[in-house]
């Protein structure tokens, strides 16, 4: 007997509800009527499905294989719907980006920027957590993730990671707290040379530094680094966003430990300079994708495939 797809997909709904009630509200149908669908379904597997613990519904080892079944089989559905969509609407594509909350705004411009104003193309720009945004790619609901955190991979979440930029880590602050020949140094094309050790030390203990939040990358290397130079460093603030470390620093809060990037505007106008580079620190920005049948075709040129298909750029 062929498979049931639609008692399939009142299990699926269930399953990741949790809750029979909730479930038929939500599809408004009875719960009996559900039950029956389930039950249905139960019996040309041959399994039970669920079951009880009080008012939760758990699913059994059976349930567990059938709902990663369903969720591909859904999930391939929703992905032809969408890419059939797209190219019956071959005048105009959607590229649909999740991007991490704390992300620098000037790294996100500099990656779709190859697709911005392009008339023939619309970027959807979505921010949330790491968490939010995954599920999102593995619901087919965007098509790429912008972060600076890897994201924990095995075989039930098949991300592909793409390195798409790093960057070095820089001391940043103003120039009245630098000093007056701190402009000139921090100049955009002029970046000042990493400084001997005892001199970095120094700057390190003679400032208080605005740092990335515990979880970061880049804050273990700053650690190490402190470590090393046998620096206690002051801390004047802790932060996740790279937008508030760029404000702090404007505020001149204490000097920011940063990528370039993150305060590009600034150190281009002089309202903040480079102190000095920090050595072996590096912060590396990803794009995530989810391995796919139909993939978007806008992401191959941005990931660095082939150029992008129907740029309004002239050829060189």
Do not use: C
């Amino acid at each position: 007997m062929a498979l049931n797809y639609n008692h399939l997909r009142y299990f699926w709904a269930v399953a990741h509800d949790g809750n029979l009630t909730r479930t038929a509200e939500r599809l408004a149908v009875s719960q009996s009527a559900l039950s029956i669908q389930i039950r249905k379904l139960e019996q040309q597997l041959g399994h039970a499905l669920f079951e009880r613990r009080g008012r939760q519904l758990l699913l059994t080892e059976a349930g567990r294989l059938a709902l990663d079944h369903a969720d591909a089989i859904f999930a391939t559905g929703e992905e032809l719907l969408g890419t059939l969509a797209a190219r019956d609407r071959r005048s105009r594509q959607v590229l649909r980006v999740g991007a991490l909350a704390t992300l620098s705004r000037n790294f996100q411009i500099g990656f779709l920027r190859p697709l911005l104003g392009r008339s023939d193309v619309e970027v959807v720009l979505r921010s949330g957590s790491l968490a939010e945004l995954l599920q999102s790619l593995e619901a087919h609901r965007l098509d790429v993730v912008l972060t600076n955190q890897v994201p924990a991979r095995d075989a039930a979440t098949p991300w592909i990671l793409h390195p798409v930029a790093e960057q070095g880590v820089s001391l940043v602050g103003t120039p009245g707290r630098l000093g007056s020949g701190a402009a000139a140094a921090g100049a955009p094309n002029d970046r000042p040379a990493v400084l001997p050790e005892s001199a970095l030390a120094a700057l390190l203990a003679g400032h208080p530094l605005i740092l990335p939040s515990l979880d970061s990358g880049v804050r273990s290397g700053f650690d190490a680094l402190a470590d090393r130079l046998d620096v206690r460093p002051r801390i004047a603030a802790e932060v996740d966003d790279m937008a508030m470390m760029r404000l702090l620093a404007r505020e001149d809060l204490g000097l920011a430990v940063v990528p370039p990037i993150v305060v590009k505007d600034e150190l281009g106008t002089g309202l903040l300079v480079e102190a000095a580079r920090l050595p072996g620190l590096v912060e590396t920005f990803h794009a995530v994708t989810l391995s796919r049948r139909f993939p978007n075709p806008l992401l191959r040129g941005l990931l660095g495939g082939e150029p992008l298909a129907g740029s309004d750029d002239p050829a060189p």
